[in-house]
Nanobody, 125 residues
Framework: QVQLVESGGGLVQAGDSLSVSCTVS????????MGWFRQAPGKKCVFVAA????????YYSDSVKGRFTISRDNAKNTAYLQMNDVKPSDTAVYIC??????????????????WGPGTQVTVSA
């Protein structure tokens, strides 16, 4: 079965940059739409960003647009989320997700088939 594992989380200061990664195994990575979601304590899981199988199309939530960049390296079966100018409000568990649908609704968690355990990102003021 497809498995996703995130890495790269940690503690950073507001205004800093951080990159988290998601490595996929057990499936054909090139055929998967990849997404990032995040969940802060006591809050629901929300969409952050998504990238198409080709990497040519990227989608972002309004809260991160202009600061975060999603990308993928199909040769490494890995998706990335580059976070620039981070804010304390970015503090959350960042969760990687994958969809085997041809054209999923990228911002909907219900369109994703596989989920990683998440990696903690904490931004101090």
């Amino acid at each position: 079965q497809v498995q996703l594992v995130e890495s790269g989380g940690g503690l950073v200061q507001a205004g800093d940059s951080l990159s988290v990664s998601c490595t996929v195994s057990g499936g054909t990575f090139n055929e998967l739409t990849m997404g990032w979601f995040r969940q802060a304590p006591g809050k629901k899981c929300v969409f952050v960003a998504a990238v198409s199988w080709s990497g040519k199309s990227q989608y972002y939530s309004d809260s991160v647009k202009g600061r975060f960049t999603i990308s993928r390296d199909n040769a490494k079966n890995t998706a990335y989320l580059q976070m620039n100018d981070v804010k304390p409000s970015d503090t959350a568990v960042y969760i990687c997700a994958a969809s085997a649908l041809y054209m999923p609704e990228h911002a909907s968690e219900y369109e994703y088939d596989y989920w990683g355990p998440g990696t903690q990102v904490t931004v101090s003021a």
